[in-house]
């Protein structure tokens, strides 16, 4: 069953440092999501992209977060610096496009711990 | 906007007691419903899902119906299992581009 690869799975950082993070979406799958779970709380929509373009950044904190998936299959996020509060999971999911399949399938996440 | 709510935990039951978890929304427009599952340290995967008002969504001894009346979305299961130990999300996909709005999960713990 195909499944949607992320990498790594857990990374510790210190406070201002780099991260990065990288999701293979399902093959096939032109809608790639990445949301942030803060502990104890739902998934929480960071970006949306369909093929290489972004459609949905509202919730990214852009100053410090970036996002790209350059050929519209595999993506990357980016945080820099990073802060005690970005300590979360980060999870992918992507989507088949189009008629009633709407269905999201997460990958395993990236837990982030910031020290 | 549209929103999520769930009944909040942990919930703690006995081996093949009856399980409950309720769920009710606030959206525009006809959204799909969703119940997810996370066991400790993984992603989420999907459970089941309803697409229309009064479908049915059932998968591994679970239901939910969409109720549109109620705006209600809520999880049963006859009798649960240690191995059901997770925290349940009920998510709608709602908006144009099809978002996912989580609610707060609510923890399950199945005592033998």
């Known amino acids: 069953e195909a499944e949607v690869a992320q990498s790594p799975r857990y990374k510790i950082t210190e406070k201002s440092q780099a991260v990065a993070f990288w999701c293979d979406p399902i093959?096939?799958?032109?809608?790639l999501y990445w949301y942030r779970q803060i502990l104890g709380q739902g998934p929480e929509l960071l970006v949306q992209?369909?093929?290489?373009?972004?459609?949905?950044d509202s919730q990214l904190p852009k100053d410090r977060f970036s996002a790209e998936r350059l050929k519209g299959v595999d993506s990357t996020l980016k945080i820099q610096p990073a802060e005690l509060g970005d300590s979360a999971m980060y999870l992918c999911?992507?989507?088949?496009?189009?008629?009633?399949?709407?269905?999201?399938?997460f990958g395993p996440g990236t837990r982030l711990t910031v020290l | 906007g549209d929103s999520v709510t769930q009944m909040e935990g942990p919930v703690t039951l006995s081996e093949e007691a009856f399980l409950t978890i309720n769920c009710t929304y606030t959206?525009?427009?006809?959204?799909?419903l969703f119940w997810y599952v996370q066991y400790p340290g993984e992603g989420l995967q999907l459970l089941l899902k309803?697409?229309?008002?009064?479908d049915k969504g059932s998968n591994k001894g679970f239901e939910a119906t969409y109720r549109k009346e109620t705006t209600s979305f809520h999880l049963e299961k006859g009798s649960v299992q240690v191995s059901d130990s997770a925290v349940y999300f009920c998510?709608?996909?709602?908006?144009?581009?099809?978002?996912?709005?989580f609610g707060k999960g609510t923890k399950l713990s199945v005592k033998p």
């Open positions: 992209f369909q093929d290489e373009s972004v459609v949905d």
């Open positions: 093959s096939g799958h032109a809608t």
């Open positions: 309803a697409t229309k008002a009064d």
């Open positions: 998510a709608l996909s709602g908006g144009s581009q099809g978002n996912l709005i």
């Open positions: 999911a992507s989507r088949v496009q189009g008629g009633r399949e709407d269905t999201q399938y």
């Open positions: 959206a525009t427009g006809y959204p799909s």
